[in-house]
T-cell receptor, first 114, second 116 residues
């Protein structure tokens, strides 16, 4: 079973739609991450939240808007996306103050932009 | 910036045999961590094994072991007694822990196919 839960598993949306991806973990982790993964490529870091504060934004376009309402939840709000934004979006969590702690990943949301 | 290189885009191995996946990295840091993740077609990223740079002893997890050569900046993964369920994409990852997050960077990946 996945300890990091992502919803929805699949999402198809038009370029003018607004949608949100959700991620939830109950492992007590205080760092949460969004990654974008294109087919046959490694995950690319988008955002990092640590103690509910945005600590890394890897120059992601403003049509992606992250939100961390509390330590267990992470959202990614989507608006006016482009076809090239179609990808697998992975959420992960970890303990930020323990160096050897790995990131735990969810199953991802497969996003398709029409 | 740290870079991670996996020079083998694809590999295959017969069931029950041993295979080694290569990974090199470039960093000026002395304290860091290395990981191997697998991503089967089900798409979840699963931790296989981890290694702390300050430890000389190579990490082992059941059929999985690493050969960590710090001076050469090499971190290869050996899979013994390969099983069909080992078929997946394998990513090597470098992590330098910062004060308030663990920034992890992945290599390009190696697609491993275990043949019956």
């Amino acid at each position: 079973d996945t300890e990091v839960t992502q919803t929805p598993k699949h999402l198809v949306m038009g370029m003018t739609n607004k949608k949100s991806l959700k991620c939830e973990q109950h492992m007590g982790h205080r760092a949460m991450y969004w990654y974008k993964q294109k087919a046959k490529k490694p995950p690319e870091l988008m955002f990092v939240y640590s103690y509910e504060k945005l600590s890394i934004n890897e120059s992601v376009p403003s049509r992606f808007s992250p939100e961390c309402p509390n330590s267990s939840l992470l959202n990614l709000h989507l608006h006016a996306l482009q076809p090239e934004d179609s990808a697998l979006y992975l959420c992960a969590s970890s303990q930020p103050d323990r160096g050897n702690q790995p990131q735990h990943f969810g199953d991802g949301t497969r996003l398709s932009i029409l | 910036a740290q870079t991670v290189t996996q020079s083998q885009p694809e590999m295959s191995v017969q069931e029950a045999e041993t295979v080694t996946l290569s990974c090199t990295y470039d960093t000026s840091e002395n304290n860091y961590y290395l990981f191997w993740y697998k991503q089967p077609p089900s798409r979840q990223m699963i931790l296989v094994i981890r290694q702390e740079a300050y430890k000389q002893q190579n990490a082992t997890e059941n059929r999985f072991s690493v050969n960590f050569q710090k001076a050469a900046k090499s971190f290869s993964l050996k899979i013994s007694d390969s099983q069909l369920g080992d078929t997946a994409m394998y990513f090597c990852a470098f992590m330098k822990p910062y004060y308030n997050n663990n920034d992890m960077r992945f290599g390009a990946g190696t697609r491993l196919t275990v043949k019956p």
